[in-house]
């Protein structure tokens, strides 16, 4: 594997995407400076830029700094041997062996793709369980792979430090971390650190915006529009809250466009889908059967096995044991969330998504023709399923 040309093939792909946003800009008449911003007000501030200071006044401001890596302190990032994510995705050479501090969506994400290449993945996670944001019906396809792949997952287990040890092309690091109260090593060429993300609050002026943030001092404070507690300041994305996702922060930066422009809107959490890109990938956009029932719904689920679709079957999705599981009201069949597992369903969140903004029932999915053979006849199958009408699977 030719890492280099590899990361050099993505590394193009991003530049080709920024610099058709920035094309956007210009087209759309806005002033695009570069540099780095600082508030020396609520509505004002200066930006450093190689040509000198600007100074901006705005009846209007949106803060969306976004989020970088958590380091551990007692193992930092020096993007060599320790990497954060995004140390991680700039690889010059195809590591043998690697281990993962941390097992949620972006280190099992970077550790499915490392065992598809050929390195040999350790995973150290401090829960019970790999994927915690996730039921443990939609991991446990992930861990069938996971062990079919030959990566190793310790649970239960809590990193204590890395040190790197030998000469030249030889060093390695030997990561100690403790499991069920004893200590243990393991050598690997290169470890990931991915035990999540901070909001980006610090080094620009926060503090003289008069901004308040969250009762937790995480994240800055905003309603349903996006609004902070100053009037006229916006905040959008990671810097706002969960769900730290790309998808989100745009959706909620076009709807404060809309409202400064005088239009009336409001972002509802409910209808994001949140997408791990692992294999299989796993999706869930809406409830899952338990959280409709925390709030006190009574529900009806059904679900369909990729076992059962011909499409499923020719890409061999159905290998993990994948599945799409819907989870509707039981007394008018209002699609309350639907959950997905295997290969290619992320490319089927479009009409998962479409079904909870538009209130959609059991029956209007079921009503709908859909082509064959595709893998979005599996949802079809599933709300069959879910009105004890299917077809395909007893």
Not at 335 to 353: D, K, N, P, R, S
Request: glycine residues 10%.
């Amino acid at each position: 594997m030719d890492m280099a040309a590899l990361v050099s093939w993505k590394d193009s792909i991003v530049e080709r995407l920024n610099k058709g946003v920035e094309g956007l800009l210009k087209s759309a008449g806005a002033d695009l400076i570069k540099g780095w911003a600082n508030f020396i007000g609520p509505k004002s501030c200066t930006v450093e830029t190689s040509e000198g200071s600007v100074d901006i006044e705005a009846e209007n401001i949106i803060i969306a700094t976004g989020s970088s890596h958590i380091d551990l302190p007692f193992m930092p990032c020096d993007e060599e041997f320790i990497l954060s994510s995004t140390g991680a995705l700039d690889l010059d050479s195809l590591p043998k062996s690697a281990a993962i501090v941390g097992g949620g969506y972006i280190g099992l994400e970077l550790g499915c793709a490392l065992a598809k290449l050929g390195t040999e993945v350790t995973v150290i996670e401090g829960l019970d369980n790999i994927l915690a944001i996730m039921d443990r019906e939609l991991c446990r396809p992930l861990e069938i792979w996971l062990k079919k792949h030959g990566v190793v997952v310790h649970t239960n287990a809590l990193a204590r430090g890395a040190v790197i040890k030998g000469k030249g092309a030889s060093r390695k690091v030997e990561l100690a971390f403790e499991k069920d109260g004893e200590e243990h090593t393991v050598k690997v060429d290169r470890v990931l650190v991915t035990v999540g993300r901070k909001p980006n609050t610090k080094g620009w002026g926060l503090e003289n915006t008069g901004v308040r943030m969250d009762a937790a001092g995480r994240f800055i404070r905003i309603d349903r529009q996006c609004r902070t507690s100053v009037p006229g300041i916006y905040a959008i994305g990671d810097v706002a809250g969960e769900p730290m996702l790309a998808h989100k922060a745009s959706a909620e930066g076009e709807m404060v466009a809309e409202i400064i422009a005088g239009h009336k809107r409001e972002f509802d959490k409910v209808a994001i889908p949140a997408i791990v890109f692992t294999e299989p990938e796993i999706i869930s956009v809406g409830l899952t059967p338990d959280e409709a029932e925390e709030r006190g719904e009574q529900i009806i689920v059904g679900k369909f096995p990729l076992a059962a679709s011909g499409r499923a079957l020719s890409i061999e999705a159905e290998k993990t044991g994948g599945f799409i599981r819907v989870t509707a009201r039981e007394s008018d069949h209002v699609i309350l969330g639907v959950q997905a597992v295997g290969t290619h369903v992320a490319e089927l969140h479009g009409e998962f998504i479409l079904a909870l903004e538009m209130g959609a029932l059991l029956e209007d999915v079921a009503g709908t023709v859909h082509a064959h053979p595709t893998m979005s006849e599996a949802f079809h199958e599933s709300v069959l399923k879910t009105l004890g009408h299917a077809i395909h699977i007893s």
